[in-house]
């Protein structure tokens, strides 16, 4: 399993962007897709979730601003990111579960943003 994420950019505060990540490979099932984020510095964490049900979790710095959606025919998710700010900067990085009792998780390769003030 491969997960290809797209979308990296520089943008001015209050811009727009989107992120994609497609997942390949031998798949048989998504429970669920997430975005995660890592500022320089510091840990890695949390930016949204979203379950094969469509259910969605957002960290609340980004809630508002950023909306989460999956494409199943396409294995895909995607990160809409509105609003940004210069604190949203970091290697964002996409994570498929394949079912809810899967010990292991994907990752994507990482994709920069950078926003500037």
């Known amino acids: 399993v491969q997960l290809q994420a797209c979308g990296r950019g520089l943008v001015q505060a209050g811009g727009s962007l989107r992120l994609s990540c497609a997942a390949s490979g031998s798949i048989t099932s998504i429970y669920s897709l997430g975005w995660y984020r890592q500022a320089p510095g510091k840990q890695r964490e949390l930016v949204a979730t979203?379950?094969?049900?469509?259910?969605?979790y957002y960290t609340d710095s980004v809630k508002g601003r950023f909306t989460i959606s999956r494409d199943n025919a396409k294995n895909t998710v995607y990160l809409q990111m509105n609003s940004l700010k210069p604190e949203d900067t970091g290697v964002y990085y996409c994570?498929?579960?394949?079912?809810?009792?899967?010990?292991?998780?994907?990752w994507g390769q990482g994709t920069l943003v950078t926003v500037s003030s």
């Open positions: 994570k498929m579960r394949p079912t809810s009792w899967s010990a292991r998780d994907y």
């Open positions: 979203i379950t094969s049900d469509s259910s969605t």
